[in-house]
C-alpha cells in the first residue's frame, strides 16, 4: 500500500459493548451529563414552526421547552415554565393563541418574545420585586440546513458542529426541502442500538431483502469514519433510481446533484440525535429520543423539493412504504438485541469488517462518556 491509499476498513480487534451500556440507569444518567448536555440536538424542522402560530412546545431530554420566533424573527428557545409560581407557559392548547406576548395562564405574568417579563398584575406594590430579574430562562437555539437546533450547554456553533457534512447539506439544498410526511415510532431499545443498526449493513441481506436489492449491501464505502459524524455512500443497482418499493423516484432527482450523487444513497449518523440519508429526489431524516435505558421514540421525515410545476408532481407513497418496512424490520432487530443484551450473561461478541463505523461509533461514543469524569 502506498502512503496515497486509504487504509482498509477493518474493524480488526473490535467488540461490542457491554450490557450495562443498554440497561443501566448510572449510564444513562452519566450520557446526560457527558453528551445529551453539550451537544447539538436536533429539535424540529423550521417548518414546524407555523409562522401563524406563536410558539411550538417541545421536549428534549424530558425537558420542557418552546420555541418562538422572537420580534426580529430570529427562533429563540425558553425552559417552559413561569418565574412566578412555575406554571407551564407554552400548551398544545394555546400555542397559536400566545399572540405577541407570552401569558402565563395562571397569574398573567406576560413576557416578551424575547423572554423579558414585561407585566406582572400587582408586584408593583412590592418595593424590592425588579422585573428585569424574572425573564424567563433561555437555551441555546440555532437554525441550520432548515433544522432546529438546541444545545443546553455548547462549547462550539451549530455550523462548526456539522462541518464535515455541511457540503453535503448544501449539495441536497436541504434548508430549500419541504416536510411532505412523518412516520413516528416508539422503539424498545436504547438509543444507541439504533444508531449501531443504521451503521452497518451486515445485515441488509437477511432483514432487508427489498433494500438489498435496490443497494447491495457491499456496495457501501466510508466518507466519515471517526468521530460524532460518521457514514457514507452506497451505489444504488443499475435498475434503481432510488430507495422506494418499485425502485422509481418520487419526484425528480434535486438540483445540482453530481452523476455519482444521482448513482448513490448518503447515510450519516449525527450522533446523538439525527440520522440523515440522502436520496437522489428526497432527503430521509430520523431524530431519535431517549425515552429511558430501553425505549426510544424516532420521529421519521420526508423532505422533497417545492414543486413549481405539474410535470414535477410528488408521488412519494412508493417512497414512504419501501421506508415504514424497512424502518419496521430495523426497530424489530434493534428490539431483539435490546433483549439478548440485558441477559446478565450476555458477552459482547467481535465486530466483522463490516461493522467497522459500529466500532467507530462506539469509540467515539465511549470516549465522550470517558471525558466525564465521575
Ligand atoms: S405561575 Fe405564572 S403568573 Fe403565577
Ligand atoms: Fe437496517
Same mark, same amino acid.
Given at each position: 500500500?502506498?502512503?496515497?491509499?486509504?487504509?482498509?476498513?477493518?474493524a480488526?480487534?473490535?467488540?461490542?459493548?457491554?450490557?450495562?451500556?443498554?440497561?443501566?440507569e448510572?449510564?444513562?444518567k452519566?450520557?446526560?451529563?457527558?453528551?445529551?448536555?453539550?451537544?447539538?440536538?436536533?429539535?424540529?424542522?423550521?417548518?414546524?414552526?407555523?409562522?401563524?402560530?406563536?410558539?411550538?412546545?417541545?421536549?428534549?431530554?424530558?425537558?420542557?421547552?418552546?420555541?418562538?420566533?422572537?420580534?426580529? !424573527?430570529?427562533?429563540?428557545?425558553?425552559?417552559?415554565?413561569?418565574?412566578?409560581?412555575?406554571?407551564?407557559?407554552v400548551t398544545?392548547?394555546n400555542?397559536?393563541?400566545?399572540?405577541?406576548? /407570552?401569558?402565563?395562564?395562571?397569574?398573567?405574568?406576560?413576557?416578551?418574545?424575547?423572554?423579558?417579563?414585561?407585566?406582572?398584575?400587582?408586584?408593583?406594590?412590592n418595593?424590592?420585586?425588579?422585573?428585569?430579574?424574572?425573564?424567563?430562562f433561555?437555551?441555546?437555539?440555532?437554525?441550520?440546513?432548515?433544522?432546529?437546533?438546541?444545545?443546553f450547554?455548547?462549547?462550539?456553533?451549530?455550523a462548526?458542529?456539522?462541518?464535515p457534512?455541511a457540503?453535503?447539506?448544501?449539495?441536497?439544498?436541504?434548508?430549500?426541502?419541504?416536510?411532505?410526511?412523518?412516520?413516528?415510532?416508539?422503539?424498545e431499545?436504547?438509543?444507541?442500538?439504533?444508531?449501531?443498526?443504521?451503521?452497518?449493513?451486515?445485515?441488509?441481506?437477511?432483514?432487508?431483502?427489498?433494500?438489498?436489492?435496490?443497494?447491495?449491501?457491499?456496495?457501501?464505502?466510508?466518507?466519515?469514519?471517526?468521530?460524532?459524524?460518521l457514514?457514507?455512500?452506497?451505489g444504488?443497482?443499475?435498475? &434503481?433510481?432510488?430507495?422506494?418499493?418499485?425502485?422509481?423516484?418520487?419526484?425528480?432527482? /434535486?438540483?445540482?446533484?453530481?452523476?455519482?450523487?444521482?448513482?448513490?444513497v448518503?447515510?450519516?449518523?449525527?450522533?446523538?440525535?439525527?440520522?440523515?440519508?440522502?436520496?437522489p429526489?428526497?432527503?430521509?431524516?430520523?431524530?431519535?429520543?431517549?425515552?429511558?435505558?430501553?425505549?426510544?421514540?424516532?420521529?421519521?421525515?420526508?423532505?422533497?423539493?417545492?414543486?413549481?410545476?405539474?410535470?414535477?408532481?410528488l408521488?412519494?407513497?412508493?417512497? /414512504?412504504?419501501?421506508?415504514?418496512?424497512?424502518?419496521?424490520?430495523?426497530?424489530?432487530?434493534?428490539?431483539?438485541?435490546?433483549?439478548g443484551? &440485558?441477559?446478565?450473561?450476555?458477552?459482547? !461478541?467481535?465486530?466483522?469488517n463490516?461493522?467497522?463505523?459500529?466500532?467507530?461509533?462506539?469509540?467515539?461514543?465511549?470516549s465522550?462518556?470517558?471525558?466525564?469524569r465521575?
Amino acid at each position: 500500500m502506498n502512503e496515497s491509499t486509504p487504509p482498509p476498513r477493518s474493524a480488526q480487534g473490535a467488540y461490542g459493548i457491554a450490557g450495562e451500556y443498554v440497561t443501566s440507569e448510572a449510564i444513562y444518567k452519566k450520557e446526560s451529563d457527558a453528551i445529551f448536555s453539550r451537544r447539538w440536538l436536533c429539535a424540529g424542522r423550521l417548518e414546524e414552526l407555523d409562522p401563524s402560530s406563536s410558539c411550538l412546545p417541545i421536549t428534549l431530554e424530558k425537558q420542557n421547552l418552546f420555541l418562538v420566533r422572537d420580534e426580529s !424573527g430570529m427562533i429563540r428557545a425558553f425552559r417552559n415554565f413561569c418565574r412566578h409560581r412555575g406554571s407551564q407557559l407554552v400548551t398544545e392548547s394555546n400555542c397559536s393563541s400566545m399572540g405577541k406576548r /407570552i401569558q402565563c395562564p395562571y397569574h398573567a405574568w406576560t413576557y416578551s418574545r424575547s423572554g423579558a417579563l414585561t407585566s406582572a398584575p400587582n408586584m408593583a406594590e412590592n418595593d424590592d420585586f425588579d422585573e428585569n430579574s424574572h425573564g424567563l430562562f433561555e437555551v441555546s437555539c440555532e437554525v441550520f440546513g432548515g433544522f432546529i437546533w438546541v444545545n443546553f450547554n455548547p462549547e462550539e456553533t451549530v455550523a462548526e458542529w456539522l462541518q464535515p457534512v455541511a457540503k453535503h447539506f448544501q449539495n441536497w439544498q436541504i434548508s430549500d426541502l419541504r416536510l411532505g410526511h412523518e412516520l413516528v415510532y416508539h422503539v424498545e431499545a436504547n438509543w444507541k442500538l439504533i444508531f449501531q443498526n443504521y451503521s452497518e449493513c451486515y445485515h441488509c441481506p437477511i432483514v432487508h431483502p427489498m433494500l438489498n436489492r435496490l443497494t447491495p449491501y457491499q456496495g457501501s464505502s466510508n466518507e466519515l469514519d471517526e468521530g460524532p459524524i460518521l457514514g457514507g455512500p452506497m451505489g444504488l443497482a443499475d435498475s &434503481s433510481q432510488t430507495m422506494s418499493c418499485d425502485g422509481k423516484y418520487a419526484g425528480p432527482p /434535486i438540483g445540482n446533484l453530481t452523476a455519482d450523487q444521482l448513482r448513490s444513497v448518503y447515510y450519516f449518523t449525527i450522533c446523538p440525535t439525527m440520522f440523515l440519508s440522502l436520496h437522489p429526489d428526497y432527503v430521509l431524516i430520523h431524530r431519535i429520543q431517549r425515552i429511558d435505558t430501553g425505549n426510544s421514540k424516532v420521529v421519521c421525515q420526508f423532505l422533497f423539493p417545492t414543486q413549481s410545476s405539474d410535470q414535477q408532481k410528488l408521488t412519494p407513497d412508493q417512497a /414512504i412504504e419501501f421506508w415504514d418496512l424497512t424502518n419496521r424490520q430495523d426497530w424489530n432487530v434493534c428490539e431483539l438485541a435490546q433483549k439478548g443484551m &440485558s441477559d446478565p450473561a450476555y458477552q459482547p !461478541g467481535p465486530y466483522s469488517n463490516l461493522e467497522s463505523v459500529v466500532a467507530a461509533f462506539d469509540r467515539n461514543y465511549l470516549s465522550e462518556l470517558d471525558s466525564k469524569r465521575d
